[in-house]
Structure formats: C-alpha cells, structure tokens
C-alpha cells in the first residue's frame, strides 16, 4: 500500500497528524510539502481536485480531514 501525505509544516491540522505518526512511530509514510514543491501542489490539485491539507493519497485516492486520516491509520497499521 502507498501512503502519501500531503501537508504544509505550519498547518496545525497536519501537525495533529504528524504526532501521531511520531507516536505511532509509522515509517510507511511519504511526506509532501506543498509550500516546497510545486509539483505536489499541482497534484494535489489535480487528484485531489482541492488544495486542503492535511491529504493522505492511500493507493492515490485522496483522503482528508486530520481526525479521518489519524483514524483510518489507527485501522490500518504499519506492515512489520
């Protein structure tokens, strides 16, 4: 499975999401900065069809909203 989130380091609703990454100790996640990469931007844009973060891209379907995202992780642990 490809995780992907998309984020911006700022945005206290990603940081919800990144602590609990941090906590969960989960590797299996990429991160993309949109403020620092223009070509996750454009395709968060264009998948996603809205620039929101946080956005994790489970197998490139988007998924948002902080409380979702940490929710559907707590369902779907890191495979060992």
Do not use: N
């Not at 919800?16 to 590797?27: A, L, N, P």
């Not at 809205?50 to 559907?72: A, N």
Request: net charge negative; charged share 35%.
């Amino acid at each position: 499975m490809k995780l992907e989130l998309y984020k911006f380091d700022t945005c206290p609703y990603c940081v919800r999401v990144f602590d609990y990454i941090k906590k969960s100790g989960r590797t299996d996640i990429e991160m993309r900065d949109i403020m620092k990469d223009e070509a996750d931007y454009k395709r968060l844009l264009e998948v996603g069809g809205m620039d929101q973060v946080p956005c994790l891209f489970i197998d490139g379907k988007p998924m948002y909203e902080s409380l979702d995202i940490i929710d559907w992780l707590e369902k779907h642990p890191q495979d060992i």
